[in-house]
């Protein structure tokens, strides 16, 4: 037990484990984000945040895109690595201009998704995955 505990070392099918968690985890409880902005189009577009000189409609299109079929995409591990960029973009435009760096305050769960996607950006789809079958 001891030995488990304190080692330092990851087997390949723990990392596999991992990487699906998080994969379903994050993508399942950002889908319904992306839905709502989705289903409530018309009424999210006059309160949208215009980025970088982009439309409000079309900033709050390519947040639904990621928040909600890049989401569903990466709970699948289809195009896993595209779609957690998209996430990691929307996520970054949350943390440092929606709720600027106030990581502990109201953009304390956009930091909580940032680091989790990054995560998986870096851990890949694992071994349960689509991306890996189609491989």
């Known amino acids: ?9 990851n087997k390949p099918w723990a990392i596999d484990v991992a990487s699906l968690l998080l994969r379903i985890v994050f993508g399942v409880l950002m ?5 709502g902005k989705l289903q409530n189009f018309d009424s999210y577009k006059a309160k949208f945040m215009s980025f970088m000189g982009l439309s ?6 390519l947040a639904i895109f990621a ?10 591990g289809l195009f896993t690595r595209f779609s957690t960029i998209a996430l990691i973009v929307t996520f970054i435009v949350v943390v440092f201009k929606a709720h600027p760096m ?3 305050g109201d953009g304390e769960m956009g930091t909580l998704y940032l680091g989790a ?3 998986i950006l870096l851990l890949g789809p694992g071994k349960y995955s689509l991306d890996n079958l189609i491989k």
Not at 2 to 7: A, I, M, P, R, W
Not at 67 to 76: G, H, V, Y
Request: aromatic share 20%; glycine share 6%.
């Open 67 to 76: 928040e909600f079929f890049c989401a569903i995409l990466l709970t699948l």
């Open 102 to 104: 106030d990581f502990f």
């Open 56 to 61: 409000q409609s079309l900033s709050l299109g």
């Open 31 to 35: 889908i319904p984000h992306g839905y």
């Open 1 to 9: 037990m001891k030995k488990l505990l304190f080692s330092t070392t």
């Open 117 to 119: 996607y990054i995560s």
